[in-house]
């Protein structure tokens, strides 16, 4: 796309530069999330300018964070954040549906397991006790954003597997064994690379970040009923406490 600027009288050429760009990201030129503009070089080319003006164009869009820079990679579209709620009731539909999202959740496998220690103790249970393990990833508007595996003490919830089908939530399959209500006890956050399967399922570059929530759902009694990891794209989400 050719655009002629004006020089010498109005706006400085690296405004005149950001806005056209701005123009495009807008216009869905560039796919937001992974899609990167166009090099340096290119963009000089492009406008006829230095590359201190082009640099100056980039700069100024993200310090509104419609672009981020990655060094050694280039500029990138910046994907609308998504604001996710963490309180004492942590629902994934209910949350983003509230802040007018559009969530889909679906199942990827559905398996029965020995808890591992850290699932044990958080469902308070012996380590290699029967525990169901569910896998779900949860996407807002046809963009991955969490991968969540979901585990529940197998002698209390027997049938869990088989309760919770395709369209069914946590929720509703909980309240088929009488757990009308959860809250959540703890919630703990950490960052980290994510690994092979989780950028693939996640649709993120290699070497991108996840942030990763471990928290225990406990009944009215204070019994723990799950114990959920959710690794989220950190790109695209903001974590509200």
Same mark, same amino acid.
């Given at each position: &796309? #050719?655009?002629?600027?004006? *020089?010498?009288?109005?706006?400085?050429?690296?405004?005149?530069?950001?806005?056209?760009? $701005? +123009? $495009?990201?807008?216009?869905?030129?560039?796919?937001?999330?992974?899609?990167?503009? @166009? #090099? $340096? !070089? +290119?963009?000089? +080319?492009?406008?006829?300018?230095? *590359?201190? #003006?082009?640099? !100056?164009?980039?700069?100024a869009l993200a310090e509104t964070g419609l672009v981020r820079t990655e060094q050694g990679r280039g500029a990138f579209v910046n994907v609308e954040m998504v604001e996710y709620p963490l309180g004492r009731r942590v629902r994934f539909a209910e949350a983003l549906s509230a802040r007018q999202r559009v969530p889909v959740g679906r199942v990827l496998e559905r398996?029965? &397991?020995? =808890? =591992?220690? +850290?699932?044990? =103790?958080?469902?308070?249970?012996? @380590?290699?006790?029967?525990?169901?393990?569910?896998?779900?990833?949860?996407?807002? $508007?046809?963009? @991955?954003?969490?991968?969540? /595996?979901?585990?529940?003490? !197998?002698?209390?919830? @027997?049938?869990?597997? /088989?309760?919770?089908g395709p369209n069914v939530s946590i929720t509703e399959a909980l309240a088929k064994f009488g757990v009308h209500d959860y809250q959540r006890r703890e919630t703990r956050i950490l960052a980290r690379p994510a690994s092979a399967e989780e950028a693939r399922l996640l649709e993120l570059p290699r070497g991108r970040p996840v942030l990763v929530t471990e928290g225990v759902n406990i009944d009215d009694s204070g019994i723990p009923v799950e114990f959920s990891v959710a690794r989220f794209a950190a790109d695209r989400v903001q974590l509200v406490v």
């Amino acid at each position: &796309m #050719t655009i002629l600027l004006q *020089r010498g009288d109005g706006a400085a050429l690296w405004k005149q530069i950001a806005d056209a760009l $701005e +123009d $495009e990201i807008k216009a869905c030129v560039y796919e937001a999330g992974d899609g990167r503009l @166009p #090099t $340096e !070089r +290119d963009l000089t +080319d492009r406008f006829q300018v230095n *590359r201190h #003006t082009v640099r !100056r164009a980039i700069s100024a869009l993200a310090e509104t964070g419609l672009v981020r820079t990655e060094q050694g990679r280039g500029a990138f579209v910046n994907v609308e954040m998504v604001e996710y709620p963490l309180g004492r009731r942590v629902r994934f539909a209910e949350a983003l549906s509230a802040r007018q999202r559009v969530p889909v959740g679906r199942v990827l496998e559905r398996a029965q &397991m020995k =808890a =591992a220690a +850290d699932v044990a =103790a958080a469902l308070e249970l012996k @380590p290699g006790a029967p525990v169901w393990r569910i896998e779900r990833l949860g996407s807002v $508007e046809h963009k @991955p954003l969490t991968l969540g /595996s979901h585990y529940f003490c !197998r002698v209390r919830f @027997p049938n869990f597997r /088989s309760a919770f089908g395709p369209n069914v939530s946590i929720t509703e399959a909980l309240a088929k064994f009488g757990v009308h209500d959860y809250q959540r006890r703890e919630t703990r956050i950490l960052a980290r690379p994510a690994s092979a399967e989780e950028a693939r399922l996640l649709e993120l570059p290699r070497g991108r970040p996840v942030l990763v929530t471990e928290g225990v759902n406990i009944d009215d009694s204070g019994i723990p009923v799950e114990f959920s990891v959710a690794r989220f794209a950190a790109d695209r989400v903001q974590l509200v406490v």
